[in-house]
C-alpha cells in the first residue's frame, strides 16, 4: 500500500503534546521521546556471508524535558535516599488540531533514572531532561494510515 503526504497539514506540530505523571498533567513539559531499543543476538548461519539477528529483548526509555518551575520531581524522587526507586505512569499525546488525529501512548512500570539537584545558569532560563525507562507500552489512540 502506497502512502502519501497530501498537505503539510498532516504533519504534526509537536506544539500540541501534553504529559501526564500518574493522572496528573505536567504543564511545565516542553517535550517528550520514549523509543523501545531491541535487544540482538548475532546468528551466523552456513552458506551465508552477512550475519543475521534473532530478537532476544527489549528496552523502553525515554525522558521528558521540563522547564524549571518547582521542585515536584525532587519531591516525588524523595524516597531515592532511602534505596526506594517509585514507580509511575506516564502517558504522552499529540494532539495538533489541524492534522488527521491524535495520538496517545502510555508507558507503565516507568522508572526515572536520575534525578538533577541544581543545573542553572544567570539570565537562562532553568530546564531539566528528567530519563526514565518502562516496562510496558500501549497505544491508547492512533493517528490513522492514509
Same mark, same amino acid.
Given at each position: 500500500?502506497?502512502?502519501?503526504?497530501d498537505?503539510?497539514?498532516r504533519?504534526?506540530?509537536?506544539?500540541?503534546g501534553? =504529559?501526564w505523571?500518574?493522572?496528573?498533567r505536567?504543564?511545565?513539559?516542553?517535550?517528550?521521546?520514549?523509543k523501545?531499543?531491541?535487544?540482538?543476538?548475532? =546468528?551466523?548461519?552456513?552458506?551465508?556471508?552477512?550475519?543475521?539477528?534473532?530478537p532476544?529483548?527489549?528496552?523502553?526509555s525515554?525522558s521528558?524535558?521540563?522547564y524549571k518551575? #518547582?521542585?515536584?520531581?525532587?519531591?516525588?524522587?524523595?524516597?531515592?535516599?532511602d534505596? =526506594?526507586? %517509585?514507580?509511575?505512569?506516564?502517558?504522552?499525546k499529540?494532539? #495538533? %488540531?489541524d492534522?488527521?488525529g491524535?495520538?496517545r =501512548?502510555a508507558?507503565?512500570?516507568?522508572?526515572?533514572t536520575?534525578?538533577?539537584?541544581?543545573d542553572w545558569q544567570?539570565?537562562?532560563?532553568g530546564?531539566v531532561?528528567?530519563p526514565?525507562?518502562?516496562t510496558?507500552?500501549?497505544?491508547?489512540?492512533?493517528? %490513522?494510515?492514509?
Amino acid at each position: 500500500m502506497a502512502r502519501t503526504i497530501d498537505s503539510a497539514k498532516r504533519i504534526i506540530n509537536g506544539t500540541y503534546g501534553s =504529559v501526564w505523571l500518574d493522572g496528573e498533567r505536567l504543564a511545565e513539559c516542553y517535550g517528550a521521546q520514549a523509543k523501545v531499543e531491541i535487544n540482538s543476538e548475532t =546468528v551466523n548461519l552456513c552458506g551465508q556471508f552477512m550475519e543475521a539477528y534473532k530478537p532476544t529483548s527489549g528496552k523502553g526509555s525515554g525522558s521528558l524535558m521540563l522547564y524549571k518551575a #518547582d521542585s515536584g520531581m525532587a519531591q516525588r524522587m524523595q524516597s531515592i535516599q532511602d534505596g =526506594v526507586v %517509585p514507580e509511575c505512569t506516564i502517558i504522552t499525546k499529540l494532539a #495538533d %488540531p489541524d492534522s488527521a488525529g491524535a495520538e496517545r =501512548v502510555a508507558y507503565y512500570g516507568v522508572q526515572f533514572t536520575d534525578l538533577t539537584l541544581a543545573d542553572w545558569q544567570a539570565a537562562t532560563m532553568g530546564k531539566v531532561t528528567v530519563p526514565f525507562t518502562f516496562t510496558r507500552y500501549e497505544y491508547l489512540d492512533m493517528i %490513522p494510515v492514509q
